[in-house]
T-cell receptor, first 107, second 115 residues
Framework: DAKTTQPNSMESNEEEPVHLPCNHS???????IHWYRQLPSQGPEYVIH???SNVNNRMASLAIAEDRKSSTLILHRATLRDAAVYYCILRDDKIIFGKGTRLHILP | GAGVSQSPSNKVTEKGKDVELRCDPI?????LYWYRQSLGQGLEFLIYFQGNSAPDKSGLPSDRFSAERTGGSVSTLTIQRTQQEDSAVYLC???WGTGNSYEQYFGPGTRLTVT
């Protein structure tokens, strides 16, 4: 079973920042928080991951709560191409994907 | 460099036939994973390999499903006596290792249709 909770769907306007939340209250001390996204008709794509500190890369930023029970994926300036299902997962051997958040970008 | 490749990209088979799906991971990646995704559903974990060993096969849906990996590289997922409920996209991913900090790289998938 997935160990994370995400909203089923979200909407955002193009060229605006998007904050995608994820709750993982049962996270253990060694679990990394990973985010993937799946564009329509494609395989999942790695976005970002972190353990405790906030992380930035060319695709997004990851903000991790101090108690690590929640995190937020931040897309700084959404484009139409960012419309996808975003999965927040706790990295384990198996990697259990939940249902993710379907992000709609409005032009 | 080359990413994860899967073949065939599409496979249509008749109910009751056996199928083999192939995954070529990124060179040097020791961990390999198989998932399937039914239409409109999330990803369902099937099995993973560390090297040629599969420590946990509990995700395989039934004993009709099997997987092997040879030479620490190519993996094949075999479905015997296919059923219509086996229709799905089968995705393969690889990573440098199974440790918690390693990200996975996914292939484009094989779309299996059982008629």
């Amino acid at each position: 079973d997935a160990k994370t909770t995400q909203p089923n769907s979200m909407e955002s306007n193009e060229e605006e920042p998007v904050h995608l939340p994820c709750n993982h209250s049962t996270i253990s001390g060694t679990d990394y928080i990973h985010w993937y996204r799946q564009l329509p008709s494609q395989g999942p794509e790695y976005v970002i991951h972190g353990l405790t500190s906030n992380v930035n890369n060319r695709m997004a930023s990851l903000a991790i709560a101090e108690d690590r029970k929640s995190s937020t994926l931040i897309l700084h300036r959404a484009t139409l191409r960012d419309a996808a299902v975003y999965y927040c997962i706790l990295r384990d051997d198996k990697i259990i994907f939940g249902k993710g958040t379907r992000l709609h970008i409005l032009p | 460099g080359a990413g994860v490749s899967q073949s065939p990209s599409n496979k249509v088979t008749e109910k009751g036939k056996d199928v083999e799906l192939r995954c070529d991971p990124i060179s040097g990646h020791t961990a390999l994973y198989w998932y399937r995704q039914s239409l409109g559903q999330g990803l369902e974990f099937l099995i993973y390999f560390q090297g040629n060993s599969a420590p946990d096969k509990s995700g395989l849906p039934s004993d009709r499903f099997s997987a092997e990996r040879t030479g620490g590289s190519v993996s094949t997922l075999t479905i015997q006596r296919t059923q219509q409920e086996d229709s799905a996209v089968y995705l393969c991913a690889s990573s440098w290792g199974t440790g918690n900090s390693y990200e996975q790289y996914f292939g484009p998938g094989t779309r299996l249709t059982v008629t």
